[in-house]
Structure formats: structure tokens, C-alpha cells
């Protein structure tokens, strides 16, 4: 690393909730002379960071980004170059579906010094505000963190008809546009079309909400009530623990 780059700090911002972000990475807020924040980022956070500091939103949604990837990764490297202080703001972890590995390889490309910051992810956390656990003895021994929309280039493929045999509980990232579809390839791959399911949407934020429905009812229940991202999508039996553990909550709920 030449002495005048700077360093860039791949940060989690955590699920939602402002509590919920790690000391470091709220220290790091309070330094940086640059942050480069998502869509998910909850924007109290940035009100820690010094006046003089740039704030740069690049966050993206269903085919609505603010910067192409690329052009994102680029970004990091041309404030490095200046010897900025970069905060990398992402929602969640930035290594669960966060492309952190992309900006990384950028930056190692370029003799950049860089630094992760982990961050709680939504899929425990989102479940948990929701008094969902993604295990629990006798039910669930094993969880899967999925997306549900893979890369355009095709490499990404999920075997959702495997998923169905092989995890317990299943947590889905970006699925609710292709909920329906991931919903019946789950039931041709031998999951009971009676799972019970959630999906939860701006979990741990006050304005939270949350559906639930079977596999068999879910498409239905999402044309009902209007449901649409961001959301999470949790299958299994331990969606059933909501009905005990769920704290008071705003929530759109259906009971199956």
C-alpha cells in the first residue's frame, strides 16, 4: 500500500435495528471521511458520522441500482487513492449475499488496504425479532441461508428440490418476487405443501411486519394482502415458535 492511500473498512451495518450494529463499526462511522452506504442501511446510523464527512448512497434495489458494481468497486478505489478514510456501509453482514468478496478482490487488485467489519445478518436476526428461532432442539438441527435471486449470469443455480430433503429450516434472501415459484419447487422436491412459513418484511425496525401461510397457501395469502420486498422467507417448522415467543409487534399476519 503506497503511504498516501487510504483504507477501506467493508462494514456490517446490521438487520435493520440502529442497536444492533457493533461497537467497531460504529467507531469507524464516527472517523470516516467517506461512507458508502445501501439501500437496507438504516440512516440513524449515519447521523454519528463527523460533518465534514461525504456520504455516498449506492444502494440498489430490483432492477433499480444506483451504481453497477463495477462502477461501485471503482469508487472504493478512487477514494482510496485521495487517502480517504472509506466506511463500506452494507446492511446485514457484507460476506451473507452482501458482494463483499467483489469490493475486496478490487481493492487487493489495486494494493489497496482493506478491513471487514462483520455484521449481525438479517436471517437470524430478522426470525428472532419475530420470536421465530432458526433451530431449536427437536425440530430444527440445521438451517440454510439462500438467495432467491441468483446472479443473471446463471452460475448461481439452488437446488431447491435438495433444500427440500436437506435443511430443517430454510431462510431465503430477495425471494419474495420468486416466492411463489421457490415455494412449489420446495413441494415437488418432497417438502409438505403444509410447512409453515413467514415472510417478514423491514424486520427489526418498529414499522415490521410479517405474513405467514403454508407452502401450499403462501402465493395466495402474498396476492391478498398486497405483499411485496423487502423481505425475508423463512420455511420451516420452527415458524410455529412465533405463535409463543412473538413479542408485540405492528404485524400483517395471516394464521393458517
Not at 154 to 161: A, D, L, P
Not at 194 to 205: C, S
Amino acid at each position: 500500500m503506497s503511504p498516501s492511500q487510504g483504507k477501506v473498512y467493508i462494514v456490517g451495518a446490521g438487520p435493520g435495528d440502529a442497536g444492533l450494529i457493533t461497537v467497531k463499526a460504529a467507531e469507524l462511522l464516527k472517523k470516516a471521511d467517506v461512507v458508502l452506504y445501501d439501500y437496507l442501511v438504516n440512516r440513524e446510523l449515519l447521523e454519528d458520522c463527523q460533518p465534514a464527512c461525504e456520504l455516498v448512497y449506492v444502494g440498489k434495489k430490483k432492477d433499480k441500482h444506483t451504481y453497477p458494481q463495477e462502477e461501485l468497486n471503482e469508487l472504493l478505489v478512487q477514494f482510496a487513492r485521495k487517502g480517504k478514510t472509506i466506511v463500506r456501509l452494507k446492511g446485514g453482514d457484507p460476506f451473507v449475499f452482501g458482494r463483499g468478496t467483489e469490493e475486496i478482490l478490487k481493492l487487493i487488485e489495486h494494493h489497496i488496504d482493506y478491513e471487514v467489519v462483520p455484521g449481525v445478518t438479517s436471517g437470524v436476526a430478522v426470525p428472532a425479532y419475530m420470536g421465530i428461532p432458526v433451530t431449536a432442539r427437536h425440530v430444527a438441527s440445521s438451517v440454510t441461508f439462500v438467495t432467491g435471486h441468483p446472479a443473471a449470469s446463471g452460475k448461481e443455480i439452488v437446488n431447491w428440490k435438495a433444500l427440500a430433503k436437506g435443511s430443517d429450516t430454510i431462510v431465503v434472501y430477495m425471494g419474495v418476487s420468486n416466492a411463489a415459484s421457490i415455494a412449489q419447487l420446495l413441494v415437488d422436491g418432497g417438502k409438505r405443501a403444509e410447512t409453515p412459513v413467514a415472510l417478514i418484511r423491514w424486520g427489526t425496525y418498529p414499522q415490521q411486519e410479517m405474513l405467514r401461510a403454508t407452502l401450499k397457501t403462501l402465493s395466495a395469502k402474498m396476492d391478498e394482502v398486497g405483499f411485496h420486498p423487502p423481505a425475508l422467507m423463512i420455511i420451516g417448522e420452527v415458524v410455529n415458535f412465533a405463535d409463543q415467543l412473538q413479542p408485540i409487534v405492528q404485524s400483517v399476519e395471516c394464521v393458517v
